[in-house]
T-cell receptor, first 111, second 114 residues
Framework: DAKTTQPTSMDCAEGRAANLPCNHS???????VYWYRQIHSQGPQYIIH???NNETNEMASLIITEDRKSSTLILPHATLRDTAVYYC????????????FGQGTILTVHP | GAGVSQSPRYKVAKRGQDVALRCDPI?????LFWYQQALGQGPEFLTY????????KSGLPSDRFFAERPEGSVSTLKIQRTQQEDSAVYLC????????????FGEGSRLTVL
């Protein structure tokens, strides 16, 4: 599975959009981009995933560049409860589901 | 239950003791994963089950670590002769079959070895 690169930390004001970038320049054609987050003292929580088209659900939007070498997770109206570590993971669609987590981005939402 | 349940939530062991950590996955989820998360690090894969079959145990750090899922539902991660470096949060996750579905994680079992 391709490796990902994320900033170590980011800040965001409450109510504003949080845009979390992820580079995955070695991604291959059948690999998906997944985002999970982990709030302190909890297990990771699935947010969203995509292959090449942009995706949106009730939690977030995922924008994948046309060359698929990078993506951005957008939390449209961040709240204090969105403070967490956000993990960008690339995984092959045919693999059984093993996820390889990196260090992630620590997002801090300020009042 | 509604989610993945893990017990105990907290375990303190003296070095050399054996420990057993339990995972009760979401009903109907045939895929089950164990991860280890050291302080300040992302989760690291330990092992994977599909029903009762352990299909991948490449992440188990030593032969002191053993996992089982005898009836294809509840799973137990056993650590023998615990060492201080085993101190971590042990996370269990489950999923329906298929390559692209989301993993549902439990809250983890925090093991501290003194």
């Amino acid at each position: 599975d391709a490796k990902t690169t994320q900033p170590t930390s980011m800040d965001c004001a409450e109510g504003r959009a949080a845009n979390l970038p992820c580079n995955h320049s070695t991604i291959s054609g059948n690999e998906y981009v997944y985002w999970y987050r982990q709030i302190h003292s909890q297990g990771p929580q699935y947010i969203i995933h995509g292959l090449k088209n942009n995706e949106t659900n009730e939690m977030a939007s995922l924008i994948i560049t046309e060359d698929r070498k990078s993506s951005t997770l957008i939390l449209p109206h961040a709240t204090l409860r969105d403070t967490a570590v956000y993990y960008c993971i690339v995984k092959g669609g045919t693999s059984y589901g093993k996820l390889t987590f990196g260090q992630g981005t620590i997002l801090t939402v300020h009042p | 239950g509604a989610g993945v349940s893990q017990s105990p939530r907290y375990k303190v062991a003296k070095r050399g003791q054996d420990v057993a950590l339990r995972c009760d996955p979401i009903s109907g989820h045939v895929s089950l994963f164990w991860y280890q998360q050291a302080l300040g690090q992302g989760p690291e894969f330990l092992t994977y089950f599909q029903n009762e079959a352990q299909l991948d145990k490449s992440g188990l750090p030593s032969d002191r670590f053993f996992a089982e899922r005898p009836e294809g539902s509840v799973s137990t991660l056993k650590i023998q002769r615990t060492q201080q470096e085993d101190s971590a949060v042990y996370l269990c996750a489950s999923r329906i079959p298929g390559g692209t579905g989301e993993l549902f994680f439990g809250e983890g079992s925090r093991l501290t070895v003194l």
